[in-house]
C-alpha cells in the first residue's frame, strides 16, 4: 500500500512562509506526477501544483509567483515552498500521486492522497 506523508503545516501570520514535505513510501519515479491540493472550509479541494516525474511545474494563478513545487528523488519526498502567505491559503494542504495501475479491464489512472495538513494563516 503506498503512503503520502505530508508535514510541515502550522500556524503563521500573513506575509510569512511556510515549507510543507510529502514523504512517498516508494520511488517517486513511479508517479506520473505529484501535486499538493488544498481545502479551505466549505470550499471544494482545488489544485495548488504540480510536479511531473520529468520536473515539469504547473501552478494555479493563486500560487504562481510564491509558491514553488519541488521534488527531492533521492529522499522519494516532494516539497511546497509557500511565501508571502495571505489568510486565503489557510486550509488542509493535500498531497497527491497520480500513478498508472493495471487492472482486469486495462491501464488507467489511480490517485493516492495524503491525510492532509493544516496550514492556517492570521491576519
Known amino acids: 500500500q503506498v503512503q503520502l506523508v505530508e508535514s510541515g503545516g502550522g500556524l503563521v501570520q500573513a506575509g510569512g512562509s511556510l515549507r510543507l514535505s510529502c514523504a512517498a513510501s516508494?520511488?517517486?519515479?513511479?508517479?506520473?506526477?505529484m501535486g499538493w491540493y488544498r481545502q479551505a472550509p466549505g470550499k471544494q479541494r482545488e489544485l495548488v501544483a504540480t510536479?511531473?516525474?520529468?520536473?515539469?511545474?504547473n501552478y494555479a494563478n493563486s500560487a504562481k509567483g510564491r509558491f514553488t513545487i519541488s521534488r527531492d528523488n533521492a529522499k522519494n519526498t516532494v516539497y511546497l515552498q509557500m511565501n508571502s502567505l495571505t489568510p486565503e491559503d489557510t486550509g488542509v494542504y493535500y498531497c497527491?500521486?497520480?500513478?498508472?495501475?493495471?487492472?482486469?479491464?486495462?491501464?488507467?489512472?489511480?490517485?493516492?492522497w495524503g491525510q492532509g495538513t493544516q496550514v492556517t494563516v492570521s491576519s
Open positions: 516508494r520511488n517517486i519515479f513511479s508517479f506520473v506526477f
Open positions: 510536479i511531473t516525474s520529468s520536473g515539469t511545474t
Open positions: 497527491n500521486g497520480r500513478a498508472i495501475v493495471v487492472g482486469p479491464i486495462g491501464a488507467h489512472d489511480y490517485d493516492y
